[in-house]
């Protein structure tokens, strides 16, 4: 099992950024690829970006791609969302999530970070 917690939430103003973080503790952070999704108040959970164990491929959803950046930093058992140009309908509880590399599921996942982006 992996430990997540997350940081880096706040509130911020339309165009703004904010870096989220997500430390791990428990197994090899490396053998592992991560996940970023979010939760708006009424809405269900919904992928946000993801980066494999080697941190050589990533993926985004749709409504982020140009805008967040997804990184890991496997010596510091870290993970990162980069969000930029950030907009209202970004706000939503961040939760970062990991599952065994290449699995294609997420396994262990973190409290979460609240992202308040206001117009």
């Known amino acids: 099992q992996v430990q997540l917690v997350e940081s880096g939430g706040g509130l911020v103003q339309a165009g703004g950024s904010l870096r989220l973080s997500c430390a791990a503790s428990g197994r090899t952070f490396s053998s592992y690829d991560m996940g970023w999704f979010r939760q708006a108040p009424g809405k269900e959970r919904e992928f946000v970006a993801a980066i494999t164990w080697s941190g050589n491929s990533t993926y985004y959803a749709d409504s982020v791609k140009g805008r967040f950046t997804i990184s890991r930093d496997n010596a510091k058992n870290t993970a990162y969302l980069q969000m930029n140009s950030l907009k209202p309908e970004d706000t939503a509880g961040y939760y970062c999530?990991?599952?065994?590399?290449?699995?294609?599921?997420?396994?262990?996942w973190g409290q979460g970070t609240q992202v308040t982006v206001s117009s």
């Open positions: 999530a990991s599952g065994v590399a290449g699995a294609n599921e997420y396994d262990d």
